[in-house]
T-cell receptor, first 109, second 112 residues
Framework: GEDVEQSLFLSVREGDSSVINCTYT??????LYWYKQEPGAGLQLLTY?????DMKQDQRLTVLLNKKDKHLSLRIADTQTGDSAIYFC?????????FGAGTTVTVRA | EPEVTQTPSHQVTQMGQEVILRCVPI?????FYWYRQILGQKVEFLVS????????KSEIFDDQFSVERPDGSNFTLKIRSTKLEDSAMYFC??????????FGPGTRLLVL
């Protein structure tokens, strides 16, 4: 079955870059996703990458995919206080998503 | 920008009661999903729905649960005889042909 693993916590200083890492097991995943969840709120789709891509950049967000190692990362440049949230990595298998446990990112001044 | 909506945002119910959670997927989407997130835990897949029938369901989605698309816009999750452990945030999602799932804001269900 699908299994997605993430580190649980990340603390970063405002203005620095954040890097959140994720590993997954399903090599047939077509897309890999990053979702953001603020306290008490829903899941906001941040970005996604197609499995035949190595990198995708979208403004402050950079996604790197190492398909051989089944490793996905999300880099947030110039991290702001509004970036404090839980970030979920997810892979799709037969259209259903399997989520990691989420990385809680805390931005300190 | 089109979005998935869910009602109610919060629901409190007594153990043993039935609840219906409602979702309006994005209008031209064809695949619909329910997920749940127990407080502090992972988001878990419950069920997917396409062409008016369940296409896949997880072990969690037992006979206590059912889904329905009663009309052209709504997608509902019914939980019969709720238990304390059904307390969770329930998310609806939908996707079009592209495969990217867009989530609603969730319904927080509390069973007392």
């Amino acid at each position: 079955g699908e299994d997605v693993e993430q580190s649980l916590f990340l603390s970063v200083r405002e203005g620095d870059s954040s890097v959140i890492n994720c590993t997954y097991t399903d090599s047939s995943s077509t897309y890999l996703y990053w979702y953001k969840q603020e306290p008490g709120a829903g899941l906001q789709l941040l970005t996604y990458i197609f499995s035949n891509m190595d990198m995708k950049q979208d403004q402050r967000l950079t996604v790197l995919l190492n398909k051989k190692d089944k490793h996905l990362s999300l880099r947030i440049a110039d991290t702001q206080t509004g970036d404090s949230a839980i970030y979920f990595c997810a892979e799709n298998g037969d259209y259903k998503l399997s989520f990691g446990a989420g990385t809680t990112v805390t931005v300190r001044a | 920008e089109p979005e998935v909506t869910q009602t109610p945002s919060h629901q409190v119910t007594q153990m043993g009661q039935e609840v219906i959670l409602r979702c309006v997927p994005i209008s031209n989407h064809l695949y619909f999903y329910w997920y749940r997130q127990i407080l502090g835990q992972k988001v878990e897949f419950l069920v997917s729905f396409y062409n008016n029938e369940i296409s896949e369901k997880s072990e969690i989605f037992d006979d206590q649960f059912s889904v329905e698309r009663p009309d052209g816009s709504n997608f509902t999750l019914k939980i019969r005889s709720t238990k304390l452990e059904d307390s969770a945030m329930y998310f609806c999602a939908s996707t079009g042909s592209g495969g990217t799932q867009y989530f609603g804001p969730g319904t927080r269900l509390l069973v007392l």
